[in-house]
């Protein structure tokens, strides 16, 4: 699911195979508008097996005829191509898609246009759309499957405006748990080296732990094996000190 209003636009999409992985791909992005321009492939049982459990995106596309039916309805169209001019054609000058993800940070609703796989867009459909965005790729051969265009666009987007992310089901420890670990990793530093090297010592792991960004479970692991650590250090010390008690008696 996104912050904003995303739609995904295929143009004379040409196989079922790649219909059914774009209609999966909406599934794991949280999009459930979907449209086919005058498409080629049909909603069959293939593109419904390739779907997954996005068939319900897939029997809920919108099947239009024109574009022009998606610019009346959004704030921004913008479409993709793997074409990038050597000449100075205005009609295809280019967005990288992270400088095209930025740029759409205030518009509402957004559509994105990905043409036929054998030959794209046309140069008419290319000029209907306010944006013109590229993939980076390797310069030999930058073409793309569809089905994987799509998927780096939404990635790319869901990274910037997705909400619910599986992501976010991993637990990040908060204030206290740093503060426990702090005192475990104190007293560790404290019984493993010299007193006037302690402070820089236990500043830098600090710092090292600090800066892992480490999750909750890591976090609490770490502090467990020093806590472990540390008692097993006291554990010692106390059989030395009697161990030295007993020589003296």
Same mark, same amino acid.
Do not use: W
């Given at each position: 699911?996104?912050?904003?209003?995303?739609? =995904?636009?295929?143009?004379? !999409?040409?196989?079922?195979? %790649?219909?059914?992985?774009?209609?999966?791909?909406?599934? %794991?992005?949280?999009?459930?508008?979907?449209? #086919? /321009?005058?498409? +080629?492939?049909?909603?069959?049982?293939?593109?419904?097996?390739? $779907?997954?459990?996005?068939?319900?995106? #897939?029997?809920?596309?919108?099947?239009?005829?024109?574009?022009?039916?998606?610019?009346?309805? !959004?704030?921004?169209? $913008?479409?993709?191509?793997?074409?990038?001019?050597?000449?100075?054609?205005?009609?295809?000058?280019?967005?990288?898609?992270?400088?095209?993800?930025?740029?759409?940070?205030?518009?509402?609703?957004?559509?994105?246009?990905?043409?036929? &796989?054998?030959?794209?867009?046309?140069?008419?459909?290319?000029?209907?759309?306010?944006? @013109? !965005?590229?993939?980076?790729?390797?310069?030999? @051969?930058?073409?793309?499957?569809? +089905?994987?265009?799509?998927?780096? =666009?939404?990635?790319?987007?869901?990274?910037?405006?997705? /909400?619910?992310?599986?992501?976010?089901? !991993?637990?990040?420890?908060?204030?206290?748990?740093?503060?426990v670990m702090e005192r475990i990793l104190l007293k560790a530093v404290s019984k493993t080296f010299p007193?006037?090297? /302690?402070?820089?010592?236990?500043?830098?792991?600090?710092?090292?732990?600090?800066?892992?960004?480490?999750?909750?479970? &890591?976090?609490?692991?770490?502090?467990?094996?020093? +806590?472990?650590? /540390?008692?097993?250090?006291?554990?010692?010390?106390?059989?030395?000190?009697?161990?030295?008690?007993?020589?003296?008696?």
């Amino acid at each position: 699911m996104f912050s904003k209003d995303i739609r =995904v636009v295929l143009v004379g !999409v040409e196989g079922s195979i %790649n219909l059914g992985f774009v209609a999966r791909l909406c599934k %794991n992005f949280g999009i459930n508008r979907l449209y #086919l /321009v005058n498409p +080629s492939a049909s909603i069959n049982e293939e593109a419904l097996r390739f $779907a997954v459990k996005g068939s319900d995106v #897939l029997q809920n596309a919108v099947i239009i005829d024109s574009l022009d039916k998606i610019i009346s309805d !959004v704030d921004v169209m $913008a479409c993709t191509s793997s074409v990038i001019p050597l000449d100075k054609d205005p009609i295809r000058q280019a967005l990288e898609l992270k400088e095209f993800v930025e740029k759409i940070e205030n518009y509402k609703s957004v559509a994105i246009v990905f043409g036929r &796989e054998s030959t794209g867009l046309t140069r008419e459909e290319l000029e209907k759309c306010h944006m @013109y !965005v590229h993939i980076n790729a390797f310069k030999e @051969y930058p073409v793309l499957n569809l +089905s994987h265009a799509v998927a780096i =666009v939404l990635y790319e987007l869901f990274n910037k405006y997705g /909400v619910e992310r599986s992501i976010d089901l !991993v637990e990040k420890p908060d204030k206290k748990d740093f503060e426990v670990m702090e005192r475990i990793l104190l007293k560790a530093v404290s019984k493993t080296f010299p007193r006037e090297r /302690v402070n820089e010592v236990y500043t830098s792991l600090r710092r090292i732990i600090y800066k892992s960004q480490p999750t909750l479970t &890591e976090l609490r692991l770490l502090t467990r094996t020093l +806590s472990k650590l /540390v008692n097993r250090l006291e554990t010692l010390s106390k059989k030395c000190e009697e161990r030295s008690g007993e020589a003296l008696d």
